[in-house]
Nanobody
């Protein structure tokens, strides 16, 4: 059974920082590309940052220079360090794991963690 469990969300003031974690189980973590996505009320779920199994990273333009995605394969955990937070970063943040094996594409999602940026 695959599980992705996010943690680290909460309420933070503008300009503050949070570190999200996503602990994976039931998969060979090192074989998976990992990503963080977010969904604000009334909006679609959008990509925030991804990191491949080889460590290559990609960021949505609005978070470049503020957010950092990283992974620890020994702990089967992916992180999202969020600095200089803005009110528009408020959303539910979701962790995603995906892997392609031949003709098969496996995708798993966590349950999400709320991030609220407000004074």
């Amino acid at each position: 059974q695959v599980q992705l469990v996010e943690s680290g969300g909460g309420l933070v003031q503008p300009g503050g920082s949070l570190r999200l974690s996503c602990a994976a189980s039931g998969i060979i973590f090192s074989n998976n590309d990992m990503g963080w996505y977010r969904q604000a009320p009334g909006s679609q779920r959008d990509l925030v940052a991804t990191i491949t199994s080889g460590g290559r990273t990609n960021y949505e333009d609005s978070v470049k220079g503020r957010f950092t995605i990283s992974r620890d394969n020994a702990k089967s955990t992916v992180y999202l360090q969020m600095n200089s937070l803005k009110s528009e970063d408020t959303a539910v943040y979701y962790c995603k794991a995906d892997r392609t094996a031949g003709l098969w594409h496996y995708v798993y999602w966590g349950q999400g963690t709320q991030v609220t940026v407000s004074s």
